[in-house]
C-alpha cells in the first residue's frame, strides 16, 4: 500500500491524551473494590465533617463532572482542585477525581503530590494501599520509556508498601512486576506475576496477560499493545491477549472516511492474500449510526472481524485520533508498528511478522482473517 508520499487521513477535534500503555496499566488502573475494606477495624480519627453539605463544594464537584464529560480536562482539574479547597484540603472524592485526571493528562508529577497527600489521609492499611499503588503508578509514568534507576527503585519501594498494607492489591501487584522487570529482576517480577495471577480469575482482562508474563517476564519490558476485548458485528468476543501465536492487525476507519475508503480495497485484499495465516483482522469504526455502518460492512463484503468503537473508547487506549490508521501486532503482542493516512505499507510489514510467527510456531492453527 506503499503509494502515496502524503498521506491522507481524517481528524477528529479534542484535546491529545496521554495514553499510558506500559504493559496493561490502561486495563488495571483502579484498586480493588471498596466492598473489601469492610474487613478494616474501625479508623480511630476523628470524625470529618461531611463537605457535600456545603453548597460550594457541591458545585465545584458538579462542575468538575460535567467539565470532565466534556473532555474540558484543564479546567476540571481547577474545579476539583476548588472543591478540595473548600473541603478543607483534605477532601478523598475530590482528590481522587484529581489524581485520575492528573494521570490521564500526563501530569504524572502533580499525581504524585495528589497521591501523597491520599496517603496522608488514609483513614484504614486498605486505603494506604491504594494510594501507596497510586504514587507508584504516577511515578512509573512520570519516568516513561527510560529506564531509570532511581525511579523505578522509588516505584518498586510504592508498590511494595502497598502490597504490605494489602496483599490483595492486584494493581500493585501486576505494576510492581513490570517493575522489577525493567530493573532486570526477573525471578522476583515472574513472582509477582504469579501472585497478582492468584488474587484475579481467568474472566479478568489482565488474567491472559499477567500468565504471559508470569511466563516469561521479560515480555513486560517490551512495548505492548493495550489489551482489550470487545464484542464484534457477529456477536463474537475478540480478546487481544487471546490471539497467542498470531498477528493482528487494527485498521481504524470510518464509512464517511474519504481515504478509508480508498483504503479499503487494499484491506480487502489482505484479507483474500492471507487467508488461512496466523493472521487476524480487527476494523475498528468510528460511525456512530449503527444502520450506516453494518449496512456498508455488508455492501463491501468486509468479513473479517468487525467493531463499531462509536464512544471513541478503543481509540483513546491506542491514542489515535485521526484515520485510517494502522497497528501491528506481533504474535507475543508486542505493538511492532503504527501507520497513518493512505499509502501505509501494511503488506510488508504483515508478510515479516507472519514468517516469524509461523517459524516459532508452526503448529498454530489458520484463523479467520475474513475468508475462508
Given at each position: 500500500?506503499?503509494?502515496?508520499?502524503?498521506?491522507l487521513?481524517?481528524?477528529?477535534a479534542?484535546?491529545v491524551i496521554?495514553?499510558?500503555?506500559f504493559?496493561?496499566i490502561?486495563?488495571?488502573?483502579q484498586e480493588?473494590?471498596?466492598?473489601?475494606?469492610?474487613?478494616i477495624p474501625?479508623?480511630?480519627?476523628?470524625?470529618?465533617p461531611d463537605?457535600?453539605?456545603n453548597?460550594?463544594y457541591?458545585?465545584?464537584?458538579?462542575d468538575?463532572?460535567k467539565?470532565?464529560?466534556?473532555?474540558?480536562?484543564?479546567?476540571?482539574i481547577?474545579a476539583?482542585?476548588?472543591?478540595?479547597?473548600?473541603a478543607?484540603?483534605?477532601?478523598?472524592?475530590s482528590?481522587n477525581k484529581?489524581?485520575?485526571?492528573?494521570?490521564k493528562?500526563?501530569?504524572?508529577k502533580?499525581a504524585?503530590?495528589?497521591?501523597?497527600?491520599l496517603?496522608g489521609?488514609a483513614?484504614?492499611?486498605?486505603e494506604?494501599?491504594?494510594?501507596e499503588?497510586?504514587?507508584?503508578?504516577a511515578?512509573?509514568g512520570?519516568m516513561g520509556?527510560?529506564?531509570?534507576?532511581?525511579?523505578l527503585e522509588a516505584?518498586?519501594a510504592?508498590?511494595?508498601?502497598?502490597?504490605?498494607?494489602?496483599?490483595?492489591?492486584?494493581t500493585?501487584?501486576y505494576?510492581?512486576?513490570l517493575?522489577?522487570?525493567?530493573l532486570?529482576?526477573m525471578?522476583?517480577a515472574?513472582?509477582r506475576f504469579k501472585?497478582?495471577?492468584?488474587?484475579?480469575?481467568?474472566n479478568?482482562?489482565?488474567?491472559?496477560?499477567a500468565?504471559?508474563?508470569a511466563?516469561n517476564?521479560a515480555?513486560?519490558t517490551?512495548?505492548?499493545a493495550?489489551?482489550?476485548t470487545?464484542?464484534?458485528?457477529?456477536g463474537?468476543k475478540f480478546?487481544?491477549?487471546?490471539m497467542?501465536?498470531?498477528?493482528?492487525?487494527?485498521d481504524?476507519?470510518?464509512?464517511?472516511?474519504?481515504?478509508?475508503?480508498?483504503?479499503?480495497p487494499?484491506i480487502q485484499?489482505?484479507?483474500?492474500?492471507?487467508?488461512?495465516?496466523?493472521?487476524v483482522?480487527i476494523?475498528?469504526s468510528?460511525?456512530r449510526d449503527?444502520?450506516?455502518w453494518k449496512?456498508f460492512v455488508?455492501?463491501h463484503?468486509?468479513?473479517?472481524v468487525?467493531?463499531?468503537?462509536?464512544?471513541?473508547?478503543?481509540?483513546?487506549?491506542?491514542?489515535?485520533n485521526a484515520?485510517?490508521h494502522?497497528?501491528?501486532?506481533?504474535?507475543d503482542?508486542?505493538?511492532?508498528?503504527?501507520?497513518?493516512?493512505?499509502?501505509s505499507?501494511?503488506?510488508?510489514k504483515?508478510?515479516?511478522?507472519?514468517a516469524?510467527?509461523?517459524?516459532?510456531?508452526p503448529a498454530?492453527a489458520?484463523?479467520?482473517?475474513?475468508?475462508?
Amino acid at each position: 500500500m506503499n503509494r502515496s508520499s502524503s498521506p491522507l487521513v481524517c481528524q477528529v477535534a479534542g484535546i491529545v491524551i496521554v495514553a499510558i500503555c506500559f504493559g496493561s496499566i490502561a486495563m488495571i488502573a483502579q484498586e480493588p473494590a471498596a466492598s473489601s475494606a469492610t474487613t478494616i477495624p474501625a479508623t480511630t480519627q476523628p470524625t470529618e465533617p461531611d463537605p457535600s453539605a456545603n453548597p460550594k463544594y457541591v458545585n465545584a464537584m458538579a462542575d468538575g463532572k460535567k467539565l470532565e464529560h466534556d473532555r474540558q480536562y484543564v479546567f476540571a482539574i481547577d474545579a476539583y482542585k476548588k472543591a478540595n479547597k473548600i473541603a478543607g484540603g483534605k477532601d478523598r472524592s475530590s482528590l481522587n477525581k484529581l489524581f485520575d485526571l492528573q494521570m490521564k493528562t500526563g501530569g504524572f508529577k502533580d499525581a504524585i503530590g495528589t497521591a501523597s497527600i491520599l496517603e496522608g489521609i488514609a483513614r484504614n492499611p486498605f486505603e494506604k494501599s491504594g494510594a501507596e499503588g497510586a504514587r507508584g503508578r504516577a511515578i512509573y509514568g512520570e519516568m516513561g520509556d527510560k529506564n531509570k534507576a532511581d525511579k523505578l527503585e522509588a516505584a518498586d519501594a510504592a508498590f511494595k508498601a502497598a502490597i504490605a498494607d494489602n496483599p490483595k492489591n492486584v494493581t500493585a501487584l501486576y505494576m510492581d512486576g513490570l517493575v522489577l522487570a525493567r530493573l532486570n529482576q526477573m525471578d522476583a517480577a515472574g513472582e509477582r506475576f504469579k501472585q497478582c495471577l492468584s488474587c484475579i480469575g481467568p474472566n479478568d482482562p489482565v488474567y491472559t496477560r499477567a500468565e504471559h508474563f508470569a511466563q516469561n517476564p521479560a515480555l513486560s519490558t517490551a512495548k505492548m499493545a493495550p489489551p482489550f476485548t470487545v464484542v464484534a458485528l457477529d456477536g463474537s468476543k475478540f480478546n487481544l491477549d487471546e490471539m497467542g501465536g498470531r498477528v493482528v492487525l487494527i485498521d481504524f476507519w470510518a464509512t464517511w472516511c474519504g481515504p478509508c475508503n480508498e483504503e479499503l480495497p487494499h484491506i480487502q485484499k489482505i484479507a483474500k492474500e492471507f487467508a488461512g495465516q496466523p493472521l487476524v483482522i480487527i476494523s475498528v469504526s468510528w460511525d456512530r449510526d449503527e444502520a450506516k455502518w453494518k449496512e456498508f460492512v455488508n455492501k463491501h463484503e468486509m468479513t473479517w472481524v468487525q467493531y463499531r468503537d462509536a464512544d471513541h473508547e478503543l481509540s483513546k487506549r491506542f491514542d489515535v485520533n485521526a484515520i485510517p490508521h494502522y497497528f501491528t501486532i506481533d504474535a507475543d503482542g508486542v505493538l511492532t508498528a503504527e501507520m497513518m493516512g493512505s499509502g501505509s505499507d501494511v503488506e510488508g510489514k504483515l508478510k515479516k511478522l507472519i514468517a516469524k510467527a509461523k517459524a516459532a510456531k508452526p503448529a498454530v492453527a489458520s484463523v479467520v482473517t475474513g475468508s475462508e
